[in-house]
Each structure stands twice: as structure tokens, then as C-alpha cells.
């Protein structure tokens, strides 16, 4: 209720009253008309009220700032679904190597061919003996 969530954040009713008419907070309302916050209202308060108190943002900033929020939150989501269904197609795409048959024999290496020896040299002088 109004002046529980008022009394808790030491703010005036009025300023909820504020925040709910220029769109920032929208609690529900109970079937006698009275403002019901949820869990999510208050988290949303809290963002409002460090930026108003902490940083001195204005109102139309924390507008600003909180659908921004939003779109970022939007755009995390879809970067997340968009990663699990790449994982998926990839799981189905990608198998891992068949291993190769096995035999009772073993692969060996070719001989490496040796070097030729270096030439004599010819018709050189001869040293003596």
C-alpha cells in the first residue's frame, strides 16, 4: 500500500503519486482502488530514487534512463534465445569424428631417403704421401 511502501523509502505519498502520473511507477490496484506494489514496482522505485537522490537525475531523465532499461533487457533476451537456438542447430550439425576402423596391424612409417655422399673432386692435385 501507498503509505507502507512511502513510510519504508521515507518519501512523501504524493511523490508516488507524482511518479505513478508521469508513467514511472504503474502499480496494480485492489478492487477498493487501492495502489497495490508489487516486488517488481519496488525494485523500479529504488532505480528511481537513486537517480533522483544519488545522482540528481530529473524525471523526464529517469524516463529516459528506465525505457532504456527496458530495451536493453528486450535486447539481452533475444540475444539469449537467439544463442540457444544456435547451440541447437550447431548440436545438430557437428558430429563428432567417426574413429578410424581398427586392424591388428600398424601404420609404419616410409623409409626417408638418404642423402647422396658428396662427389670426389676430380683431377685435383694430390697431396703428398
Same mark, same amino acid.
Given at each position: 500500500?501507498?503509505?507502507?511502501?512511502?513510510e519504508?523509502?521515507?518519501?512523501?505519498?504524493?511523490?508516488?503519486? !507524482?511518479?505513478?502520473?508521469e508513467? +514511472?511507477?504503474?502499480?496494480?490496484?485492489?478492487?477498493?482502488?487501492?495502489?497495490l506494489?508489487?516486488?517488481?514496482?519496488?525494485?523500479? !522505485?529504488?532505480?528511481? +530514487?537513486?537517480?533522483? #537522490?544519488?545522482?540528481?537525475?530529473?524525471?523526464?531523465?529517469?524516463?529516459?534512463i !528506465?525505457?532504456? #532499461?527496458?530495451?536493453?533487457?528486450?535486447?539481452?533476451?533475444?540475444?539469449?534465445?537467439?544463442?540457444?537456438?544456435?547451440n541447437?542447430?550447431?548440436?545438430?550439425?557437428? #558430429?563428432?569424428?567417426?574413429?578410424?576402423?581398427r586392424?591388428g596391424l600398424?601404420?609404419v612409417?616410409?623409409?626417408?631417403?638418404?642423402?647422396?655422399?658428396?662427389?670426389?673432386?676430380?683431377?685435383?692435385r694430390?697431396?703428398?704421401?
Open positions: 500500500m501507498i503509505s507502507a511502501v512511502a519504508k523509502y521515507a518519501i512523501h505519498p504524493q511523490t508516488l503519486r !507524482l511518479y505513478e502520473r508513467g +514511472l511507477l504503474k502499480p496494480s490496484r485492489s478492487d477498493g482502488n487501492t495502489r506494489y508489487t516486488e517488481e514496482d519496488l525494485e523500479r !522505485l529504488e532505480v528511481i +530514487l537513486e537517480l533522483t #537522490r544519488e545522482l540528481g537525475v530529473n524525471l523526464a531523465g529517469v524516463e529516459i !528506465l525505457n532504456m #532499461r527496458e530495451k536493453m533487457a528486450a535486447m539481452q533476451a533475444q540475444i539469449e534465445q537467439f544463442i540457444a537456438q544456435l541447437v542447430e550447431l548440436a545438430k550439425n557437428l #558430429r563428432p569424428p567417426e574413429p578410424e576402423p586392424t600398424m601404420r612409417a616410409r623409409p626417408v631417403a638418404t642423402p647422396l655422399a658428396p662427389a670426389k673432386p676430380r683431377g685435383g694430390k697431396s703428398p704421401g
